[in-house]
């Protein structure tokens, strides 16, 4: 799912699954002004209720972006004992979960 300008990938192996974000500066390696690449793209958005295989549902995920910076919140729920890594820009965070419990950060 993508609106030109900020778009998410859902994929996995065998033994892990990614959701990859993907932001327009990083396509140019500094921000730039999106308003002429697709002046229909969202500056926020969000989407909920995805579940990874591995056993792990993103409750919510939402960004924003503003003066050309960025902001991921990511809201999710253990299904099972578990840890998820999630990584946005150049920020990593692993989140050991077990079933039920929930965790919400931000990037």
Same mark, same amino acid.
């Given at each position: 799912?993508?609106?030109?300008?900020?778009?998410?990938?859902?994929?996995?192996?065998? !033994?892990? *699954?990614?959701?990859?974000?993907? *932001? @327009?500066?990083?396509? +140019? #390696?500094?921000? $730039?002004? +999106?308003?002429?690449? !697709?002046?229909? @793209?969202? /500056?926020?958005?969000? &989407?909920?209720?995805?579940?990874?295989?591995?056993? $792990?549902?993103?409750?919510?995920? @939402?960004?924003?972006?503003?003066? #050309? %910076?960025?902001?991921?919140?990511?809201?999710?729920? @253990?299904?099972?004992?578990?840890?998820? %890594?999630? &990584?946005? #820009?150049? /920020?990593?965070? $692993? &989140?050991?979960?077990?079933?039920?419990?929930? /965790? *919400?950060?931000?990037?």
């Amino acid at each position: 799912m993508g609106n030109g300008t900020m778009g998410a990938t859902i994929y996995s192996g065998v !033994n892990q *699954e990614k959701i990859l974000l993907n *932001e @327009a500066t990083l396509w +140019s #390696g500094e921000p $730039v002004d +999106s308003s002429d690449l !697709n002046p229909d @793209a969202w /500056e926020s958005g969000s &989407v909920s209720g995805i579940r990874t295989r591995a056993g $792990v549902e993103i409750v919510a995920l @939402a960004w924003e972006n503003s003066a #050309g %910076t960025t902001q991921v919140s990511v809201c999710c729920k @253990a299904c099972i004992d578990g840890k998820i %890594t999630f &990584v946005f #820009g150049g /920020e990593k965070k $692993v &989140v050991k979960l077990k079933k039920g419990e929930i /965790e *919400e950060f931000t990037f």
